[in-house]
C-alpha cells in the first residue's frame, strides 16, 4: 500500500486506486496534485469511500458500490444525449437553447461540474469556455475533454474541446479579457428531500465530494457583471430563483432555466 498524508478538504473521503493497471506513475501524480493516498487495491481498513481511477481509457470516479461494477464508474460522458442530434453543430432547440437566447454566440459555462450542460452547448455550435473549482471535477473534465479531441469527428471538423479555467468562478469572472454574451450557472442546490430517489448517482456523490454551493448569491451577482447581455440559471423547479424575479423562465423537466438581461 502506497500512503501520503491527505491534510486538505479531500481527507478521509476521496482516495486514487491503482489496482493495478497501467503505468503508476500516473496515478501517483493524480494522487500526490490532489493530496490524497494513493491505494493499490482496496482493502477492508481503508476509510475512505471515493476513489479515482482509470478503468478503460477514462478517468472514472467511484463508490464502493460502483467499484464493484464491471461497467461502473462515473465518468465525463462525451456522447451526445438521448434525442440530441449526432451532427455538429446540433440544432438549438429546447429549453437551454431558448434560455440562452438566439443572439448568443460566446458562453461561459462557470460551473462545469460533469460537463454535461457545457458539452450540450459545445455541440450545438456556441463557443463556450468552462470554469470548475474542484479540483477533482477539473481532472475528470480534462481527461473527458482530451477523449473528445480524439473524436473523429472532432478532428475532421478542425474542432478543439472547450477550455476550461480552474478557480472560483467569483474571482475569475471579475478578470476575464472578453465578456460573453451569457453565463450559465448550474450551482448545486439543497435537496428537498433528503435522499430523492430522482436524483441522478453522479450528482448524489458530486454533493458527497463537494456539498451543496453556498455561495451562489456572489456567484450570480459576479455573473451579471461579467456577463455582456444575460445569465441563465439552471434551478430545481422546487427552489426560488437566486437573483430574485428572472426576466424569463424556461422550464424543463423537473427544472428550469431562469434567465437574467443585464440591464
Ligand atoms: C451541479 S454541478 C454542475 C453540473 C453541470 N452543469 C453538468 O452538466 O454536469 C455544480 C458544479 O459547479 C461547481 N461550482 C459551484 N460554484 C462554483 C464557483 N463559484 N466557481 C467554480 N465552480 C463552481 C461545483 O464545484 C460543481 O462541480
Redesign the pocket.
Known sequence: MFTKTSEQKYAGKLAVLYEGQGDILAFQKLADSLLVPLYQSLDADIPENLFLSWRAGCLKLFDRELLNRKKGGLT?DIEPRNGEQRSWPAPKQGALAQALGRKTRTVI????????????IFRMGYEILC????PV?AELLLDGFSRLNQQYWMQQLHLQSPPLLI??????LDNLETRPDCI??????PLKRKKSALAKK??MI?RDL?GD?Q??E??FA?ALAATRKRVVV?SPDYALPIGGQPNESFQGKLLRYDVYFKG
Do not use: C
Open positions: 465525463v459555462d462557470a460551473t462545469a461540474g460533469w460537463g454535461q450542460d457545457s458539452m450540450h470554469i470548475e473549482r474542484s471535477m478557480g472560483n468562478a467569483i474571482d475569475l450559465y450557472l448550474d450551482p448545486m442546490f453522479s450528482m458530486l463537494l454551493d455561495d451562489k456572489q456567484l459576479a439552471k
